[in-house]
């Protein structure tokens, strides 16, 4: 089993109002295309109640970044009450939803992602040695890129839904 | 990602409320330069967003953090809620400016995080030696001065905040002072025990 670092614990996000659940979908997904990420949709599940629908979603989508490195997004997607409202924009009638979303975003490092450094016990030490002092600063990197990564996409959610963002860089 | 398995709540729920208009950019502005300026990597845990056909409510927790040594880091957890923000437009001298206007409250919690865990605590004689260094020798322990470092942090973005909030409401003769600030902050955890304890 490849060894797995956590990079990013629990980065939460909840938004309660109107919005679009496809689209809200799409620019996820996308913006994983755009990356070059690939895709794994874990889990989707979806119950409708008198309340209104119930959506579940696990996602995993990973990029293999080198032979020994893997990065992995975990996204839980909760969406709760989910009703269609018509809203009047600009003298249109538009179809929306109303709900509560809650998500979850975790990130992972794996590092040793074809368990070539399993094998062997003597083989498993030598990959924590190396990667504990002679290979630290290429872990680093990768750790850094990953934080980069998680936190474009969570501005981009953020920027889809208008919430009030808090910058990095302001 | 480091873990820390002690955790040690030094300022605990410290309330800055504010009610008018104010600029959310400005805001978060105002906490990033002051976290900078003491040492702090940004950390963000979690937004939440209520919107209605009216008005918005916000809530942001930051956890930025200071790595000491190895196993210390300074935690301060940074809640910031806003209540019933809508969006209105100002003349601020002489110009148009669009600025929200409710209610906001900024929470601090500030905490040091320590893992002694697995270094001198799984050691028996180390940990036995440690506690009668502490109890009749001196204080070894690097607390006091991590807590002092940690509430001067905390003061530091709680006046930079002050003095905007107090700009906004153009209160400006009556700015309280990061020195005043971290006086009543220190008043309040009883920091001169702390000195006693350093010397």
Sequence with gaps: ?170 | MRTYFERNLVINNKELKHSGIFNPEEVFSAINKALKARGYEKREKKTEESVSSEERSNYIELRPIKEKKENIALMIKIKIRFKNAREVIKEVAGYKRKLMEGEISVIFDSWILTDFQHHIRMQPLAYFLEAVINKFIRKVSPQPKLTAEVVEDTAFIYGQLKKLFNAYAGKIESRISEEEVRKKIEEEIGKDKIYQTLK
């Design chain 1, 1 to 170: 089993m490849p060894e797995r670092y956590i990079v990013i614990d629990h980065l939460k996000l909840s938004y309660d109002g109107l919005f679009k659940a496809d689209e809200l979908f799409t620019v996820i997904s996308g913006w994983f295309y755009e990356k070059g990420w690939d895709w794994y949709e874990k889990m989707n599940e979806e119950q409708i109640t008198p309340t209104g629908k119930q959506i579940r979603i696990i996602l995993e989508p990973f990029k293999n970044v080198t032979d020994y490195y893997k990065m992995v997004v975990s996204i839980k997607l909760i969406i709760k009450n989910v009703t269609e409202v018509e809203v009047e924009s600009k003298g249109e009638l538009v179809k929306l939803n109303h709900g509560l979303i809650r998500m979850t975003l975790d990130a992972f490092l794996v590092t040793d992602r074809k368990g070539k450094w399993m094998k062997k016990p003597f083989l498993w030490f030598l990959s924590v040695i190396f990667d504990k002092y002679f290979f630290r600063e290429p872990f680093t990197k990768m750790e850094d890129w990953l934080k980069r990564e998680v936190d474009d996409l969570y501005n981009r959610i953020k920027n889809y839904l208008n919430v009030f963002k808090y910058s990095y860089h302001s």
